[in-house]
């Protein structure tokens, strides 16, 4: 009995590595096509690339809170957008008044400093009530009632937004200092570009020595590890939990500002798919850690950017961009074929998820 | 009060918690504040309850006042204890302090103008707040109107259980008739006479049956087991015949009906994924626009590259084939996922199907962003009867044999290895249950409904766009299953009335409707998490868990 | 709680059979059989006729996506419509109802809005839908009811297309039909030169027919289309895309999109050194002060096709400032004022064939109140002069071009004079 069963698991295991080989060839022929024909000279793929890093850092840092947050209360934050586009939102606020004081253009390091304090401290606010609200109550429920708590806290959220500040698109003011491109190894770069990716960085190390080398760090792990244990070594497990939060919150704030910077747009649904996308990313890296939202997020600004025109282009289909997000979700399915538990993979996942 | 019924109370060994008043009434003024900020107060402000006397915005506003003064008095002494008359005191506390906050945001908004950042803190709103009286005045009077409301709160916080649980049904009775008369009938409100009937009416039946109720069941289950099971009897078929004779009610109300069950039909589907084998599935939209647009493909005449113009009935058995084949399709590669890497997934899925039906790729055979049109009725309707109302009983037909297939499956060998495979899936793996199989039969069946639904969606509009088929139609039936209770198939009809039903009904507050219904499922999930009518072994999984 | 779950339903089913006693006694007002002041004669309007008492309101509805991601596009016509009732509170000498429907933007939305409506014996008109998917599932409602319909901003051709059904004779609409629209910026293009033009559209069915048609036109006139590209409404990224169409090298790109989208295209492009300058265009989805906000100085330059604002430019100025007074934010798509000339419209209509019955009772026969507001003739309204032909396209055909002057919003003055920006440079 149990021999068929192990023979019949393996033929499924057959037909779907047949089904990701079948995609995998056809990514890979798509690729072929479409570099043979000459079509896009080596600067388009240059850009491509560039652009793919820089909405890549954005999904990382919003990944972050993600898979933090399920790292630890196996949950899926679904608001976490929310949080993100709340930031985004008081980011505007500030940065409007600035540009009227005329502090934006004369003092630009002054004002992004204002501008991220403001995103972080709303989008921290909003993480944290999330969490007392909608979450501590649930901790013990089914898993999937913490999840439709967080999706009709993301709708709230949306259409509260959207009853204060109005359903229009507002448009961020653009400071003087950011405007144009500079030329780095030899590639010509947008300053906000650059902006954008050199804060991510300085804040994905920032966060790795939190949790690799402080006390609190070290707590969060444990907690995430296994939480009655922890609180048996005298870990408070509720503190933890909030920090996470906050933690979680604070990078959704500062990718809420970066977001904007490139972007210079937001309204109610800004955080909608950008947080769909982190959510993504978080999978693909394996949920739950962090290098692996890290580069799960930069691989999906990366494919979204490259692929549609380097695969779909080759395959004869027209307008691939219109396909950007039915592409990345199929890396998605075609990486988890593969590695069922993303790319840096996750013991829990097939453990306790 | 006075010092006798302060020493009384101080007798009872009852402490009293003020502080606990002041922040009720503090979480109230903050809840009225933001009431009045997003815009509900200006914009509902148009609409008649009670003609001549109270509007949408008012009604909404009451409601707070009444709710929170009424949870303030309660807090005076906890839930057990009796506060005695001094719970009317500290309602009308409760009902100042939110006066009072609501007039602190009309003097700041008078200085300051706050609607570079809130746009609706507009002079309208202050005017409303106000009564119309300008600033002195109206102040004064909004707080005394507070205190009132607050100590007649406070004062329903002494009255019997019994006799408060009557008012408080009559007094929420009143809109919802009124709105619900202007939602099905065309109606304006109600008149200030009519307002009290229906109170009046409500209040005593509603008193009358908690006494006549629990007599009546005790009766019942005193009955021998024939005539219980005749009474039985007697229920179900009132139910059919209710179910047969909805469409009665007119065309709008058979739209919604048609939409509810709909939801049901797909929710029967998901249940049985979901519910009863535990694969998180966010991607169920996809087999809902399966479904759709092989009806739209094969029955359209305006698809030239296959004339086969079918009619709808000849049609809908390939709409299910193609239901089966692409859950099918989709459970191989997702049967070694677990948990939220599924959800993704399955979510990716949805939009995949979304995405390439809208594409300019397959513009050429499913029409793209144009959808495909003049999709025929199933059944002609007879003259005097709109399309709806017809439609209702295919509806019907749907949710009768999805419920009996569910069922069935439900007590049968492979329901029992779904609900296996959703404790545990090692577990499961290892008693010899196939998983394999047992999976796929899952996602099959699933996927089968709810192409069913499409099906019937696609005939009830006779057209189809992919706008149509996007995320919120998942995550709505997904609510639908767990606000109704995980599991359970008589959940899922509860569940689709209250979130598919009520919102439909309230078309007309369309701007707040994702709002409310935001904040009903957050609310939904933390009082009731096992949902409105949970399987009986849910629900004690979920209080054994409490208890540990 | 299952008790109160009992009670509540008890509650529904008896509210509901309470609801529809009151219900009842209103139906034989349709007849026009009286008994008060004010007898109106028998009604012999092939499809009905709505008695309006004394002091009672014309309830005319709205049927428009209030919610969701294009709630702006409903928001704002729906503002229209209310600017408009403040304007002219009163028609034929009775006050005016708004009532209103969410549509969705889908046809679900479209049938379910007009059912309601439909069912509604008072309702005398409707402004609506938004959205051209919505409409298909309206209108036969609609028209089965006898309620004629104006949509501000449907602009799929076929709605309006001289073979469309028989069932849509009630639907007309104040909005450009594609064809017209997208055709003239293919002409204006190709006469100044350009010959190598990409389209981009977003998926919507606005966007996707005027890129269509532009497209044909262009062809038609000898030009070369190099590219055609889509995009999603709320997409940010637009680097990568037109890094693609930059491979293609054309020298005019043509994006009939919205705001949001159009912004990042717009201003994105110039931020690519190879289309830097190329010319940018788009059509009246974007012809809005916001655009402004949203491509930054990437607009000045940029192309729009909208209806010719040069005669009516003061009522337009005097429209926007009632608009910002009122709701506290600048408008937020392009279709108000179609909104508003909507209602005007049926407005004019009905104080054109509103039968007097003496006493403040009036009568308004429906097959009449369509065919008075299809016979619309040179009707001054915010959009230009509106003629509507046979088969209900009442917008103001000529369609003139405009050229961003200036990317700051506060200067947004279109055809003040001949100066003012944006500037009209054609015809």
Same mark, same amino acid.
């Not at chain 1, 653009?174 to 960085?201: D, H, N, P, S, Y």
């Not at chain 1, 949920?287 to 979204?304: H, K, P, Q, R, S």
């Not at chain 2, 569910?406 to 899936?425: C, F, H, P, Q, V």
């Not at chain 3, 909104?339 to 007097?356: G, H, R």
């Given at each position: 009995?149990?021999?068929?069963?192990?023979?019949?698991?393996?033929?499924?295991?057959?037909?779907?590595?047949?089904?990701?080989?079948?995609?995998?060839?056809?990514?890979?022929?798509?690729?072929?096509?479409?570099?043979?024909?000459?079509?896009?000279?080596?600067?388009?793929?240059?850009?491509?690339?560039?652009?793919?890093?820089?909405?890549?850092?954005?999904?990382?840092?919003?990944?972050?809170?993600?898979?933090?947050?399920?790292?630890?209360?196996?949950?899926?934050?679904?608001?976490?957008?929310?949080?993100?586009?709340?930031?985004?939102?008081?980011?505007?606020?500030?940065?409007?008044?600035?540009?009227?004081?005329?502090?934006?253009?004369?003092?630009?390091?002054?004002?992004?400093?204002?501008?991220?304090?403001?995103?972080?401290?709303?989008?921290?606010?909003?993480?944290?009530?999330?969490?007392?609200?909608?979450?501590?109550?649930?901790?013990?429920?089914?898993?999937?009632?913490?999840?439709?708590?967080?999706?009709?806290?993301?709708?709230?959220?949306?259409?509260?937004?959207?009853?204060?500040?109005?359903?229009?698109?507002?448009?961020?003011?653009?400071?003087?200092?950011?405007?144009?491109?500079?030329?780095?190894?030899?590639?010509?770069?947008?300053?906000?570009?650059?902006?954008?990716?050199?804060?991510?960085?300085?804040?994905?190390?920032?966060?790795?020595?939190?949790?690799?080398?402080?006390?609190?760090?070290?707590?969060?792990?444990?907690?995430?590890?296994?939480?009655?244990?922890?609180?048996?070594?005298?870990?408070?497990?509720?503190?933890?939990?909030?920090?996470?939060?906050?933690?979680?919150?604070?990078?959704?704030?500062?990718?809420?500002?970066?977001?904007?910077?490139?972007?210079?747009?937001?309204?109610?649904?800004?955080?909608?798919?950008?947080?769909?996308?982190?959510?993504?990313?978080?999978?693909?890296?394996?949920?739950?850690?962090?290098?692996?939202?890290?580069?799960?997020?930069?691989?999906?600004?990366?494919?979204?950017?490259?692929?549609?025109?380097?695969?779909?282009?080759?395959?004869?289909?027209?307008?691939?961009?219109?396909?950007?997000?039915?592409?990345?979700?199929?890396?998605?399915?075609?990486?988890?074929?593969?590695?069922?538990?993303?790319?840096?993979?996750?013991?829990?996942?097939?453990?306790?998820? | 009060?006075?010092?006798?019924?302060?020493?009384?109370?101080?007798?009872?060994?009852?402490?009293?918690?003020?502080?606990?008043?002041?922040?009720?009434?503090?979480?109230?003024?903050?809840?009225?504040?933001?009431?009045?900020?997003?815009?509900?107060?200006?914009?509902?402000?148009?609409?008649?309850?009670?003609?001549?006397?109270?509007?949408?915005?008012?009604?909404?506003?009451?409601?707070?006042?009444?709710?929170?003064?009424?949870?303030?008095?309660?807090?005076?002494?906890?839930?057990?204890?009796?506060?005695?008359?001094?719970?009317?005191?500290?309602?009308?506390?409760?009902?100042?302090?939110?006066?009072?906050?609501?007039?602190?945001?009309?003097?700041?908004?008078?200085?300051?103008?706050?609607?570079?950042?809130?746009?609706?803190?507009?002079?309208?709103?202050?005017?409303?707040?106000?009564?119309?009286?300008?600033?002195?005045?109206?102040?004064?009077?909004?707080?005394?109107?507070?205190?009132?409301?607050?100590?007649?709160?406070?004062?329903?916080?002494?009255?019997?259980?019994?006799?408060?649980?009557?008012?408080?049904?009559?007094?929420?009775?009143?809109?919802?008739?009124?709105?619900?008369?202007?939602?099905?009938?065309?109606?304006?409100?109600?008149?200030?006479?009519?307002?009290?009937?229906?109170?009046?009416?409500?209040?005593?039946?509603?008193?009358?049956?908690?006494?006549?109720?629990?007599?009546?069941?005790?009766?019942?289950?005193?009955?021998?087991?024939?005539?219980?099971?005749?009474?039985?009897?007697?229920?179900?078929?009132?139910?059919?015949?209710?179910?047969?004779?909805?469409?009665?009610?007119?065309?709008?109300?058979?739209?919604?009906?048609?939409?509810?069950?709909?939801?049901?039909?797909?929710?029967?589907?998901?249940?049985?994924?979901?519910?009863?084998?535990?694969?998180?599935?966010?991607?169920?939209?996809?087999?809902?626009?399966?479904?759709?647009?092989?009806?739209?493909?094969?029955?359209?005449?305006?698809?030239?590259?296959?004339?086969?113009?079918?009619?709808?009935?000849?049609?809908?058995?390939?709409?299910?084939?193609?239901?089966?084949?692409?859950?099918?399709?989709?459970?191989?590669?997702?049967?070694?996922?677990?948990?939220?890497?599924?959800?993704?997934?399955?979510?990716?899925?949805?939009?995949?199907?979304?995405?390439?039906?809208?594409?300019?790729?397959?513009?050429?055979?499913?029409?793209?962003?144009?959808?495909?049109?003049?999709?025929?009725?199933?059944?002609?309707?007879?003259?005097?009867?709109?399309?709806?109302?017809?439609?209702?009983?295919?509806?019907?037909?749907?949710?009768?044999?999805?419920?009996?297939?569910?069922?069935?499956?439900?007590?049968?060998?492979?329901?029992?290895?779904?609900?296996?495979?959703?404790?545990?899936?090692?577990?499961?793996?290892?008693?010899?249950?196939?998983?394999?199989?047992?999976?796929?039969?899952?996602?099959?069946?699933?996927?089968?409904?709810?192409?069913?639904?499409?099906?019937?969606?696609?005939?009830?509009?006779?057209?189809?766009?992919?706008?149509?088929?996007?995320?919120?139609?998942?995550?709505?039936?997904?609510?639908?299953?767990?606000?109704?209770?995980?599991?359970?198939?008589?959940?899922?009809?509860?569940?689709?009335?209250?979130?598919?039903?009520?919102?439909?009904?309230?078309?007309?507050?369309?701007?707040?409707?994702?709002?409310?219904?935001?904040?009903?499922?957050?609310?939904?999930?933390?009082?009731?998490?096992?949902?409105?009518?949970?399987?009986?072994?849910?629900?004690?999984?979920?209080?054994?868990?409490?208890?540990? | 709680?299952?008790?109160?779950?009992?009670?509540?339903?008890?509650?529904?089913?008896?509210?509901?059979?309470?609801?529809?006693?009151?219900?009842?006694?209103?139906?034989?007002?349709?007849?026009?059989?009286?008994?008060?002041?004010?007898?109106?004669?028998?009604?012999?309007?092939?499809?009905?006729?709505?008695?309006?008492?004394?002091?009672?309101?014309?309830?005319?509805?709205?049927?428009?996506?209030?919610?969701?991601?294009?709630?702006?596009?409903?928001?704002?016509?729906?503002?229209?419509?209310?600017?408009?009732?403040?304007?002219?509170?009163?028609?034929?000498?009775?006050?005016?109802?708004?009532?209103?429907?969410?549509?969705?933007?889908?046809?679900?939305?479209?049938?379910?809005?007009?059912?309601?409506?439909?069912?509604?014996?008072?309702?005398?008109?409707?402004?609506?839908?938004?959205?051209?998917?919505?409409?298909?599932?309206?209108?036969?409602?609609?028209?089965?009811?006898?309620?004629?319909?104006?949509?501000?901003?449907?602009?799929?051709?076929?709605?309006?297309?001289?073979?469309?059904?028989?069932?849509?004779?009630?639907?007309?609409?104040?909005?450009?039909?594609?064809?017209?629209?997208?055709?003239?910026?293919?002409?204006?293009?190709?006469?100044?030169?350009?010959?190598?033009?990409?389209?981009?559209?977003?998926?919507?069915?606005?966007?996707?027919?005027?890129?269509?048609?532009?497209?044909?036109?262009?062809?038609?006139?000898?030009?070369?289309?190099?590219?055609?590209?889509?995009?999603?409404?709320?997409?940010?990224?637009?680097?990568?895309?037109?890094?693609?169409?930059?491979?293609?090298?054309?020298?005019?790109?043509?994006?009939?999109?919205?705001?949001?989208? =159009? @912004?990042? +295209?717009?201003?994105?492009?110039? %931020?690519?050194?190879?289309? #830097?300058?190329?010319?940018?265009?788009?059509?009246? /989805?974007?012809?809005?002060?916001?655009?402004?906000?949203?491509?930054?100085?990437?607009?000045?330059?940029?192309?729009?096709?909208?209806?010719?604002?040069?005669?009516?430019?003061?009522?337009?100025?005097?429209?926007?400032?009632?608009?910002?007074?009122?709701?506290?934010?600048?408008?937020?798509?392009?279709?108000?004022?179609?909104?508003?000339?909507?209602?005007?419209?049926?407005?004019?209509?009905?104080?054109?064939?509103?039968?007097?019955? =003496? @006493?403040? +009772?009036?009568?308004?026969?429906? %097959?009449?109140?369509?065919? #008075?507001?299809?016979?619309?003739?040179?009707?001054? /309204?915010?959009?230009?002069?509106?003629?509507?032909?046979?088969?209900?396209?009442?917008?103001?055909?000529?369609?003139?071009?405009?050229?961003?002057?200036?990317?700051?919003?506060?200067?947004?003055?279109?055809?003040?004079?001949?100066?003012?920006?944006?500037?009209?440079?054609?015809?």
């Amino acid at each position: 009995m149990l021999q068929n069963l192990r023979r019949r698991l393996s033929a499924t295991t057959v037909v779907m590595w047949i089904i990701g080989l079948l995609l995998l060839a056809m990514v890979f022929w798509g690729s072929f096509q479409t570099l043979v024909s000459g079509k896009y000279s080596g600067r388009v793929w240059l850009d491509l690339i560039v652009f793919g890093i820089a909405q890549g850092s954005v999904y990382a840092l919003i990944a972050l809170g993600y898979t933090m947050v399920y790292g630890i209360l196996r949950m899926i934050n679904f608001a976490h957008g929310e949080v993100f586009m709340s930031g985004a939102y008081m980011g505007y606020f500030v940065a409007t008044a600035l540009e009227n004081r005329g502090t934006l253009d004369s003092n630009l390091l002054l004002s992004l400093v204002l501008i991220v304090l403001g995103a972080v401290v709303t989008s921290v606010t909003i993480a944290v009530l999330l969490e007392r609200i909608a979450y501590r109550p649930l901790r013990r429920a089914p898993r999937l009632v913490p999840l439709i708590t967080a999706i009709g806290a993301s709708f709230f959220l949306q259409y509260t937004f959207r009853g204060f500040f109005g359903s229009g698109v507002k448009g961020y003011p653009e400071a003087e200092g950011l405007k144009g491109t500079i030329t780095l190894f030899g590639l010509q770069l947008l300053k906000t570009q650059v902006l954008v990716i050199v804060a991510a960085i300085i804040l994905l190390i920032a966060l790795y020595t939190f949790v690799q080398r402080t006390k609190t760090g070290k707590a969060m792990r444990a907690v995430s590890e296994d939480k009655d244990a922890a609180a048996l070594m005298g870990i408070n497990v509720d503190r933890i939990i909030v920090t996470t939060f906050i933690v979680g919150g604070s990078l959704a704030g500062a990718a809420g500002v970066l977001y904007s910077m490139l972007f210079r747009q937001v309204y109610f649904l800004t955080g909608f798919i950008p947080g769909l996308k982190a959510f993504t990313a978080a999978v693909l890296g394996g949920i739950g850690n962090i290098a692996g939202a890290t580069m799960g997020g930069l691989f999906l600004g990366v494919a979204e950017s490259l692929f549609p025109n380097l695969v779909l282009d080759g395959l004869g289909i027209p307008a691939p961009y219109q396909l950007k997000d039915a592409l990345a979700f199929l890396l998605l399915v075609l990486v988890l074929i593969f590695r069922p538990t993303g790319i840096l993979g996750e013991r829990l996942a097939t453990k306790k998820a | 009060m006075t010092a006798t019924t302060l020493s009384r109370t101080a007798e009872k060994e009852t402490t009293l918690h003020w502080s606990r008043v002041v922040g009720t009434g503090l979480i109230g003024g903050v809840v009225a504040i933001y009431v009045g900020l997003v815009g509900m107060i200006e914009a509902l402000a148009g609409r008649v309850v009670i003609t001549g006397l109270l509007t949408t915005g008012q009604v909404i506003l009451l409601g707070v006042y009444l709710l929170m003064s009424y949870q303030a008095a309660q807090k005076l002494t906890g839930a057990d204890a009796k506060a005695g008359p001094l719970s009317v005191v500290a309602g009308a506390l409760a009902g100042l302090i939110i006066s009072i906050m609501l007039a602190l945001l009309v003097v700041i908004g008078q200085q300051i103008n706050l609607r570079a950042m809130f746009i609706n803190a507009s002079p309208r709103l202050w005017e409303l707040l106000t009564l119309g009286r300008g600033v002195p005045t109206g102040l004064v009077l909004l707080m005394a109107l507070g205190a009132v409301l607050g100590a007649l709160a406070g004062g329903l916080a002494l009255l019997p259980s019994r006799l408060r649980r009557a008012v408080s049904l009559g007094l929420v009775a009143v809109p919802i008739v009124s709105i619900l008369n202007t939602a099905l009938f065309a109606g304006r409100g109600v008149s200030a006479l009519g307002a009290l009937l229906i109170f009046a009416f409500f209040t005593a039946i509603s008193y009358g049956w908690s006494s006549v109720g629990g007599q009546a069941r005790e009766r019942v289950a005193a009955l021998p087991s024939g005539q219980q099971r005749l009474l039985k009897m007697i229920g179900w078929s009132a139910v059919a015949l209710g179910a047969l004779a909805l469409p009665l009610l007119g065309p709008y109300p058979s739209e919604i009906i048609d939409t509810v069950g709909i939801y049901v039909l797909m929710g029967l589907g998901l249940n049985i994924v979901v519910g009863f084998a535990g694969l998180l599935d966010l991607g169920y939209v996809a087999f809902f626009a399966l479904g759709a647009y092989t009806i739209g493909i094969l029955t359209s005449p305006e698809i030239t590259w296959l004339p086969l113009h079918l009619t709808w009935w000849e049609a809908l058995p390939i709409a299910i084939l193609v239901g089966v084949i692409s859950g099918t399709l989709l459970g191989i590669p997702v049967l070694q996922m677990r948990g939220d890497y599924l959800a993704i997934v399955t979510l990716g899925f949805g939009e995949i199907i979304r995405l390439i039906f809208l594409s300019d790729w397959l513009k050429p055979l499913v029409g793209g962003s144009n959808g495909i049109t003049r999709i025929p009725r199933a059944v002609p309707p007879p003259q005097g009867f709109s399309d709806q109302q017809v439609l209702w009983y295919i509806v019907l037909a749907g949710i009768v044999v999805a419920a009996y297939i569910a069922t069935r499956l439900k007590y049968s060998r492979i329901g029992r290895n779904w609900m296996a495979m959703r404790e545990d899936e090692d577990v499961a793996q290892a008693m010899g249950i196939d998983l394999v199989k047992t999976k796929l039969l899952a996602f099959a069946t699933g996927a089968a409904l709810s192409a069913v639904g499409g099906a019937i969606f696609a005939t009830k509009l006779t057209s189809i766009y992919p706008h149509s088929f996007n995320l919120l139609v998942s995550i709505n039936v997904l609510a639908v299953i767990i606000v109704g209770g995980m599991g359970s198939i008589p959940g899922v009809l509860v569940g689709a009335l209250a979130l598919v039903g009520l919102p439909e009904l309230l078309r007309e507050f369309a701007e707040y409707r994702l709002l409310v219904y935001g904040a009903v499922l957050v609310f939904m999930m933390l009082k009731r998490p096992e949902g409105l009518l949970p399987e009986a072994r849910r629900k004690l999984e979920l209080h054994e868990g409490e208890e540990v | 709680m299952k008790k109160s779950i009992v009670l509540l339903s008890l509650l529904l089913v008896m509210a509901v059979i309470l609801t529809a006693c009151p219900a009842a006694p209103q139906q034989p007002q349709q007849q026009a059989q009286q008994p008060a002041a004010g007898q109106c004669p028998a009604c012999t309007d092939p499809k009905g006729c709505v008695t309006i008492g004394k002091d009672e309101p014309i309830r005319i509805a709205w049927m428009f996506v209030v919610e969701g991601p294009d709630a702006s596009l409903g928001t704002d016509t729906k503002r229209g419509v209310e600017i408009a009732k403040d304007d002219r509170p009163t028609i034929a000498g009775h006050p005016v109802e708004l009532i209103g429907e969410n549509e969705g933007c889908n046809a679900e939305g479209g049938q379910a809005a007009g059912t309601k409506i439909s069912s509604d014996p008072k309702v005398v008109a409707a402004v609506g839908t938004n959205c051209s998917s919505a409409a298909r599932a309206a209108i036969p409602l609609m028209c089965g009811a006898g309620i004629p319909m104006v949509s501000p901003s449907n602009t799929a051709p076929d709605l309006t297309a001289e073979d469309r059904p028989a069932e849509y004779w009630c639907y007309m609409r104040t909005a450009h039909n594609d064809r017209v629209q997208g055709a003239a910026m293919a002409k204006y293009a190709y006469e100044k030169g350009f010959r190598n033009a990409a389209t981009i559209h977003d998926g919507s069915l606005y966007a996707d027919k005027l890129q269509q048609v532009f497209a044909e036109e262009f062809k038609k006139l000898g030009g070369n289309i190099v590219a055609q590209e889509a995009t999603d409404p709320n997409e940010t990224n637009m680097g990568p895309m037109l890094t693609r169409i930059a491979a293609a090298k054309p020298d005019f790109i043509y994006l009939p999109i919205f705001i949001a989208a =159009g @912004g990042q +295209v717009t201003s994105q492009a110039k %931020q690519n050194p190879d289309l #830097a300058n190329v010319q940018l265009a788009g059509a009246d /989805g974007i012809f809005s002060p916001d655009f402004l906000k949203a491509a930054g100085d990437a607009a000045k330059g940029f192309l729009w096709s909208s209806p010719d604002f040069t005669a009516f430019g003061s009522g337009y100025a005097d429209f926007l400032k009632k608009h910002e007074a009122k709701y506290g934010e600048k408008v937020l798509a392009p279709f108000h004022a179609h909104a508003y000339d909507a209602y005007n419209l049926i407005a004019n209509a009905i104080e054109k064939v509103a039968v007097d019955c =003496g @006493g403040g +009772v009036i009568q308004i026969p429906r %097959q009449a109140l369509r065919d #008075a507001m299809i016979s619309t003739k040179d009707m001054k /309204g915010l959009t230009g002069n509106l003629t509507c032909t046979p088969t209900g396209d009442c917008a103001d055909p000529k369609i003139a071009v405009y050229e961003g002057v200036s990317a700051d919003p506060a200067t947004w003055n279109p055809g003040a004079d001949a100066n003012s920006n944006p500037r009209k440079i054609w015809p």
